[in-house]
């Protein structure tokens, strides 16, 4: 049988292995540099201590008994694909067809160090939890969470999770009582954080800011962080004693070697199979790919997926000769729970039409609902109860 090397334990690299192994016709090999997949829409939880950082991993060990590929555990320092060759920080991997699915690098700001991501490395959150854990123990303190923007790639944005953190973070010092101790600052470059959710987004966000006394430092390019304080381009600050900042998706360092065609943000050029480019045997898939599609279109988990299980399609075509490709991005949308700790929003958009639906209390318990279902479907439902 013909190997499929998948680089990266994502969403999209996941649901590409589990849909080439249920085929039965080919051999496929996961590669990722960590042995769990992380659940990022839920680790907003982990810092709130809503979620224990154990609850926010899924073992690959389960995920690979539960569907038999085979998986490494290494990090990826080189691709040939002239000599269809993987290097890794301890072998070297050879492939028929390689999917790339190992994710972006980061926009590079002055004094990135200065904050601390949600979306950065998973142990991050737990890093944000310590901060937070120190303010709530002081009793009061200024809080500043915002994400940037990449300019070359309007895909690359991920605002959500700083929404969400906001909010969580309001909701857990409202319930230990000293939430009026606290300055709460929401800052972004883009004079509508949020826009990408639809016409109706900005006004439902205005509301709850100033439903929950959230300060506002939209419009205003960030030129970088200091200890305690955000730097605009007007030479103005933001004082903070916790800065929680999403940097844009760039190009990931690994493949800025020429070996495959890359946009103008570094991502790689893939056609509407996810096939990359000028390659006929390599897939790129999830936030390392170039998106096509409407100026709102947006890299989240969902859509991840369902490039994973377009690659697989299509490279399962491309080796029986049978069957007919499928598109990435027929019908392009966006898909949102946003949680508040307490409720959160549905938000939806598609080609036709955006709406978002408060969704007090219930909302909140449905995200919650589906951290469970991620892990059911990538586990097995037996093998998950029975480590509860």
Known sequence: MKKVLILGGGF???QTAIQLQKSGKVKVTLVSDRDFLYLYPISIWVPVRTKDFSDVKVPLEKIQKKHGFNVIIDAVKEIQPENRKVVCENQMLDYDYLVLAFGAGKMPHKGIENTLSICGKPEVSLAIREKIDALVARGNGKIAIGFGGNPKDKSAVRGGPAFEMMFNIHNLLKKKKIRQNFELTFFAPMDEPGAKMGKGALPMLNRMFGKYNIAQRFGKKITGFEPGAVVFEDTTTLESDLTLYIPASAGHPVLQNGAFPLNEAGFVQIDTHCQVRGHENV???????????????????????????????????????????????????IICVMDTGDGAAFVFRSLKRSFIIPMPFLGHWMKRGWGTYAKVSKTGIRRHFSNL
């Open 283 to 333: 897939y790129a898939i999830g936030d390392i790919a170039a998106l096509e599609g409407p100026e709102w279109v947006a890299k989240q988990g969902h859509v991840a997926e369902q490039m994973g299980r377009t690659a697989a399609h299509n490279i399962l075509v491309a080796e029986t000769g049978s069957g007919k490709k499928i598109h990435y991005h027929e019908n392009p949308n």
């Open 12 to 14: 999209a690299g996941i």
